[in-house]
């Protein structure tokens, strides 16, 4: 799980607008480049190229 210190720093590559966690708390989500980041094993993955749009959010 990602602490609550590393969520409040992590920014969005691409925007550099605020993320927040998913419900499911595998993704992290930027709400204005409507982008979702995912998490593996614990770790947020921030690179640009790797986002999911968010509509294809399951």
Do not use: F, Q, W
Request: overall charge neutral.
């Amino acid at each position: 799980m990602i602490s609550k210190e590393l969520l409040e720093i992590l920014v969005c590559p691409k925007c550099k607008g605020e993320l927040k966690l998913t419900k499911e708390k595998d993704g992290l989500i930027c709400e204005r480049c409507k982008l979702i980041y995912p998490i593996k094993e614990d770790i947020p993955i921030m690179l640009i190229e790797e986002a999911k749009p968010l509509n294809e959010h399951k």
